[in-house]
């Protein structure tokens, strides 16, 4: 070899032939679907044997992880393109024939949803939350202020009832009648309705859990044999639309606060606190990520990518990049000269 590559030509030369064999050794490596699998294993093998003997906390540092939780969760931006496509994958899915085509009853059968119902009924959570609800001042203001608000309409609606006769005599001069009245008969009715929406609440609160379940389990089985898409009747494509963009600014907004960011970290310290000096092969396996699925996805989309890449060129001219710059070095010249 030496006698060959005597002088400056001679090194280019032999440079030049083993970098042509190079590069068409690892297209032939990479494009024979033997070869591939091949390389995939040994490089999958090789990284999880090293990750069996490195830990997370071996292999980064938290305030890595805080970094780069903080970049994409709050400093990423939040304008242009990704509420567009968002809300544009939203009002696809919203106006996709599916929603048409599929009944209700085929997402969750009867006898799964009221598991399902069963299991939240169950939860202390909710019980809580209902019995919140039942024993607030608020509930009982809103039951006041609607039942104001009926006698205030209906006094109203008296005054100026339409229609004639006798009927129509006697409405208008009930109203009349009460009308000076009204702030002393809201005042007394709101007495009256406090009292009794107390009674009423606390009377129910008992009962109120199999009510609500029995409510939901009627309301579902009553739309069992509809489309999906008819919640289309309660729900527009502009409320989406509107939805989206609320989700959105209330995001941007909530991830500036302290109380996010604090949280952000806690969770990073918990996974460091649970997994850091768990191996990485262990810490992907309890992720539900074994070997088998990498090898899998390698060959779903390694062959496709790399025809593409080497049909229009690219796959060549990717491998000379990387491997031309030693070929034209002074320590490919040095090794195959045998000078060090």
């Known amino acids: 070899m030496a006698e060959m590559n005597e002088g400056p030509g001679g090194h280019v030369d032999l440079a ?3 970098l042509d064999a190079h590069v068409a050794f690892t297209k032939q490596q ?3 679907p033997a070869g591939f699998l091949e390389f995939v294993t040994e490089e999958i093998d090789g990284a999880l044997d090293e990750a069996a003997r490195l830990t997370l906390a071996e292999a980064v540092t938290r305030e890595q992880i805080k970094a780069v939780a903080l970049k994409f969760a709050v400093q990423v931006p939040v304008e242009g393109a990704i509420p567009e496509l968002v809300g544009e994958i939203a009002t696809r899915l919203y106006n996709h024939r599916a929603n048409d085509e599929i009944e209700v009853g085929e997402l969750v059968d009867n006898r799964r949803f009221d598991e399902l119902v069963d299991g939240v009924a169950d939860l202390d959570l909710t019980h809580r939350l209902v019995r919140l609800v039942l024993n607030s001042p608020v509930t009982v203001d809103a039951c006041v202020e609607a039942v104001q608000r009926a006698v205030v309409t209906a006094v109203d609606d008296g005054l100026h009832a339409e229609g004639g006769g006798l009927a129509r005599s006697l409405r208008g001069a009930l109203s009349r009648l009460a009308e000076p009245a009204m702030p002393a008969i809201e ?4 007495k009256l309705t406090r009292t009794g929406a107390r009674f009423v609440l606390r009377g129910n609160s008992s009962d109120a859990d199999e009510v609500l379940l029995d409510s939901a389990r009627e309301t579902w089985r009553k739309h069992t044999g509809d489309a999906v898409g008819s919640f289309r009747d309660l729900v527009s494509a502009d409320d989406v639309e ?3 963009v609320l989700v959105f600014e209330f995001w941007r907004t909530f991830r500036e606060t302290d109380y996010f960011h ?3 970290d806690e969770g990073v310290d918990h996974v460091f606190d649970k997994y ?9 396996a309890d992720l539900g990520v074994e070997r088998a699925d990498m090898i899998e996805e390698a060959l779903r989309f390694g062959p496709p990518i790399l025809e593409t890449l080497d049909e229009r060129g690219y796959l060549d001219t990717v491998l000379r990049r990387r491997l031309a710059p030693f070929y034209a070095s002074d320590a490919f010249r040095a090794a195959v000269s045998g000078k060090r």
Not at 187 to 190: A, L, Q, R, Y
Not at 276 to 284: C, F, M, N, S
């Open 187 to 190: 005042n007394g009715v709101g």
């Open 242 to 244: 509107d939805i989206v």
């Open 262 to 264: 604090a949280l952000l």
């Open 30 to 32: 990479l494009r024979e």
């Open 276 to 284: 850091g000096d768990t191996p990485l092969a262990e810490l992907l």
């Open 16 to 18: 030049m032939r083993v």
